[in-house]
């Protein structure tokens, strides 16, 4: 059975800072793309960073853009998201989650992994 548990989420001021992680417990990742999802209260879950198991390629929601970093260790099996310049309306809970495939990485039915979430808070 294979688990991914978020951690890092919490409270911060706004422009400042978070580093999620997703650790991934059952089997090895390392041939799975890892992505971020986040769903704000009375919105859709929607992605926000996705990177592949190579690493050689990312993907961004445009209003994360220059704000957030995706990024993956192999060999630990977690993978991270540096959200910088924290923003109000980047409050949401924040999901990771594991595909296999890189061709529709926007689409939430294509990961069959997912972790029950982390609460990020952006107080203004």
């Known amino acids: 059975q294979v688990q991914l548990v978020e951690s890092g989420g919490g409270l911060v001021q706004a422009g400042g800072s978070l580093r999620l992680s997703c650790a991934a417990s059952g089997r090895t990742l390392s041939s799975y793309a890892m992505a971020w999802f986040r769903q704000a209260p009375g919105k859709e879950r929607v992605i926000v960073a996705a990177i592949k198991w190579t690493k050689t390629e990312t993907y961004y929601a445009d209003s994360v853009k220059g704000r957030f970093t995706i990024s993956r260790d192999n060999a630990k099996n977690t993978a991270y998201l540096q959200m910088d310049s924290l923003k109000p309306e980047d409050t949401a809970v924040y999901y990771c989650?594991?595909?296999?495939?890189?061709?529709?990485?926007?689409?939430?039915?294509?990961?069959?992994?997912w972790g029950q979430g982390t609460q990020v808070t952006v107080s203004s």
């Open positions: 989650a594991a595909s296999a495939r890189w061709d529709y990485v926007p689409r939430q039915d294509t990961y069959v992994y």
